[in-house]
C-alpha cells in the first residue's frame, strides 16, 4: 500500500512552531499547562513515529526490520495515548479551581495502560500489526487503536457536558468541540487509510486549545511583555493551593505617573515603563515581575528573610531615587511598596490583593515609602469595607442625618446662613464621623450621590421652614473635588432647585482649593456658571492644603471662609493675627466676603469682629442642630433679636 504523508509533515511544521512558541509563554507552572506541554510532547511523538514508520515501511531497504518494528510500535503507542492526553488536559481545565480534576484523571488512564500492554505483547501476538518481509500487515485487533482514541474523545465530552456550569461560556465551547473535531478526522483516516491523517486532526485540536485557551498573549502584559495581574493572581492561587510556605506579595506603585504622560506624552511614557519593567526585572531577579496596573508593577516571593527584604526594599528605593533617562528626557519617579505576606496578612487570593491595595493606599495617604499589611491594618481594612456598606445601606434607605449650624452676620446681627453638616449617629459600628467616613465616600465615589441626595433634602427643608414662616436666606452645602468632575454638573443643580422649588439665591456651595487645585478649569467653569446663575460660591477652609491667594483671585467667589486653624493662631500668636488681619483687608479688596469658621471663645470672637469679618461659625454662637432644634434656635434669636430678623 502507498502512503500519502505530505498532510502529516506540514502539521509537524506547525505543530514545531507551537511548541517553541508555547514554551515561552509557558509562565504559570499549573496542572493545565503542564498538561498541555503532555498533549505537545505526545502529539510530536506520535506525528514524528508515524512519518518515520511510515517511510520506512516503504522503503524497507533503508533500515533493519527491527527498528522499522520499534518505531511502529511507538506510533502505536503515542498515537491513541494522544486522547488520553487531550483527557487529561480537559480534567485539568474543568477541575482547574475545583476537587476531583486527579481522580478523573486516575481514572481515565486506566483504559491507556491496557492498551498500552497490548501494544507491547505485540511483537509476540501480532494482534495489532505485523511486519513480514517488509510488508505491513494488519492485526485482527487493529480497530483497538481507533477505539480508545474514540473513548477518550467521548469521555472528554461527556466531561466537559456535565461539567459545562464550571466553565466560561468560550472555554466551555473549545472543550466540548475539539474532541468531536479530532474524532471526525480519525474517521476520515479509516475511510481513506492511504491518506494519513491523525497528526492533522491532533495538530487541529492543539491549534485550538493554544490560539483560544493556551495563548501566552492572554497571559502577558503587551507594553513590557511581563506577566499580566491576571496571571499574577493565579500564581498566588497556585501557591496557596499547594501549601507551599509563607510567601511575600508585593506592589510597587508609582506615585504621579500621570503627569509623566501629561508632560512628555504618551509615548515617551510608555518608553518610561518599559524601562522601568527591565530595571525592576533586574533588581528583584529570580523572581518574576508582573505588570498589576497602568503604573504598578507586583512580585511574589519565596524564601527570603527579613533583612534580605529589607534590603531589596531599599535597592528599589535607592534605584528610584536616581533618574530615568529616556528619548533626551531625564525624569525621577518616587514610587511607595505595599507589601502583604501569606498567611500572617490574609488566606485567601481576594485577602491579599486586596491588603496589598490598602497598604498602597495607606502609603501614598500618609506619605510613606513603604506599607506592611499587619493585622492593625487589616483590621482598618475592615472596617473602610464596613463603612462603605453602610454608606451603601444609608444612600439606598435614605438615612443620612442633617444637621445645620447657624451663621451669624456681622452687618445685619441676623443669621445670614446655615451650614448644613451629614451624620451618621447610629450605625453597626456605632456613631460614624465626617473626618473617617467622608474621605471613604471620595474615594470610592459614592460622594456624588450622597451629595444630590444631600441637595435634595436640604431644599425640603428649605421648603419646609418658608411654609412654616421661618425665615432663612441661605444654606451651605459642600462640593467635593470627586463631584466637581461629574459631566453637566451645572446644568443639575439649577435643575434640581428648580424641581425643589429653591431660589438659586438660597443655595451657597462651598468647594475646598484642593478641589480647584486638583481641577482648576471644570471647578472655575462650573463656578462661574453658579454665580451668574445666582448660586453663590464660598472657598472653604482657607489656610489648609494648597492655601494662595492666587486661586481666590482667578475663581469667582461671593465668600472665602478662614480655616479654624488661623482663627485659633491668630489668637495666640501675634504674628499670626498680624496675616490674618492683612488676609481679610486682600479678601475685602477683592470684593469677596469673609467668613471666620470654628469660632469657639469670647477672645477669638473679640478678635474676628475687631479685624471686620463678615461671618461668624462657631460654637461660641450655636452647635450644630436638627432640623426641629433650627427652628427652635431661629425663632427664639428672632424674638431675642427683633429689629435684626
Known sequence: MAWNIAAECISIVFLSIILVYSHKGALLPSWKNRMFQCCLGATFAAMVSNVLSTLLLANPDWADSWLCWGITEIYFL????MGLAYYCYTAATVFEEHAGGRTACILGILPGILYAVLVLINPLTGVLFSIQAGVYLRGPLIITTYLIFY????????????????????IYKILFVFPLIAASVIVVQQLFPAVILSGSAATTAILLIYLYLQNKQSSLDPLTGLGNRVEFQKMISLSIQRGQPPFLVMVISLRDFKQINDHFGQRTGDHFLKLIASTLKTLTAPYPVYRFSGDEFALLIRGRSPKQMEELQKNILRRFNEPFEIDSYSCRLHVVIGIAAYPHSAESLEGLINGLEYAVNQAKLHHWKQCYCDQKMLEGMRRRNEIIEILKQ???????????QPIYEMKTGRISAVESLMRIPESPLGPLFPAEFIPIAEETGLIVAMTWQILRQICAVMVRLQENGVTLPAVHINFSAVQLVQPQLAEKVLQTLRECQVAPEQIIIEITETALAENPEETTRFARTMMEQGVRIEMD?????????????????????????????????PRSATMIRYLIRVFHELGCEVLAEGVETENQDQFVRAEGV?????FYYSKPLSESELIEFLADFHERHPSNA
Not at 155 to 169: A, D, F, K, M, N
Open 78 to 81: 503515542a498515537t491513541p495515548l
Open 151 to 170: 473513548f477518550y474523545c467521548l469521555i472528554s465530552v461527556v466531561l466537559v457536558r456535565v461539567y459545562r456550569s464550571w466553565l466560561e461560556p468560550q
Open 614 to 618: 463678615d461671618l461668624i461659625q462657631g
Open 394 to 404: 444609608k444612600l439606598q434607605d435614605q438615612e443620612f442625618v442633617m444637621v445645620y
Open 541 to 573: 477652609d482657607f489656610g489648609t492644603g494648597y492655601s494662595n491667594i492666587d486661586s481666590v483671585m482667578h475663581m469667582p467667589l461671593s465668600t472665602v471662609k478662614l480655616d479654624r486653624s488661623l482663627v485659633v493662631s491668630a489668637v495666640e500668636n
